[in-house]
DNA sequence: GTAATTCCTATTAAATCGATAGGATTAATA
DNA sequence: TATTAATCCTATCGATTTAATAGGAATTAC
């Protein structure tokens, strides 16, 4: 499942990016025009700024900014950020690799067989897919 | 995450497909074997059978057996029952459809048409491969 | 009739998730 | 300079889910 966190970043997202002229967009915008809680997308919006999406403004006529340009932020850059690993099992992850405690040696694990094409064939998807495509049309 | 409970039944099925003869296999050996808390392993088992994946033969020299042929067993099929929907969000789901709560139209949803793609090519996988590939080689 | 097995329900401990609270900091502007 | 409006930051809370355990009932082989 996809975590409600996730899916309000991406929703974020594609609002600032969809969003015209280069004034900063404000959380309370997004809030209310997305239904999101606002406290809650704060800290979203944090953590998509320290994580190098997102620039940020202060202060009165302050707001969120996107840094790339959304061609350039690719979907399985965003989900590793905000989701954590892409693959459904630790030991098939490329980014977040831990062993199994139950598997002696993985190579041997059907599971990991399996889990492994699931995770190309998400991969593909989400490397293909960029915050301009969520946003186009 | 694929939950442990998953994992777990896939490991099992996996064991019963490889085991030879025709001898209802015991929760304790696949328990020993494949490193998995028997008490757990004994509400999965039932799980799967109440969901006609296998079958059971009560009391001494009992256990489970398949009742489909492993090629007949197809992944999709089984990460249903175990994991429930395969779908990253309920929005998109074949088997499990729910309305979002946040969205007033899902068509316009930017996470949606991807999650559509994420869905599809993730169903592609677990369609094509059966027991029989898992426990293959 | 005894041992071995599945069957069933309930419970628990820990982790995670979604959301909220409360203020500190910064900047525009009147 | 004072006020207002925004981000920034840390902590916490309640609900849900997950992984696992407990304890025994029912069934069957021998």
Known sequence: MLSK???????????????VGDVPVQISEISKSENIPQKFLESIMLTLRKSGFLGSKKG????????KEPSEIKMADVMRVLEGPIAMVPCVSLNFYEKCDDCPD????????????????????????????????
């Not at 966190?5 to 969003?19: D, E, Q």
């Not at 995770?119 to 946003?135: A, Q």
């Open 106 to 137: 993985e190579h041997e694990c059907s599971v990991h067989k399996l889990m492994i094409q699931v995770r190309d064939n998400t991969l593909k998807v989400l490397r293909n897919n960029t915050l301009e495509d969520l946003s186009g049309s």
């Open 60 to 67: 009165k006529h302050g707001g969120y900014y996107l840094i």
């Open 5 to 19: 966190k996730t899916k309000y970043g991406l929703k974020a997202l594609t609002y600032i990016a969809k969003s």
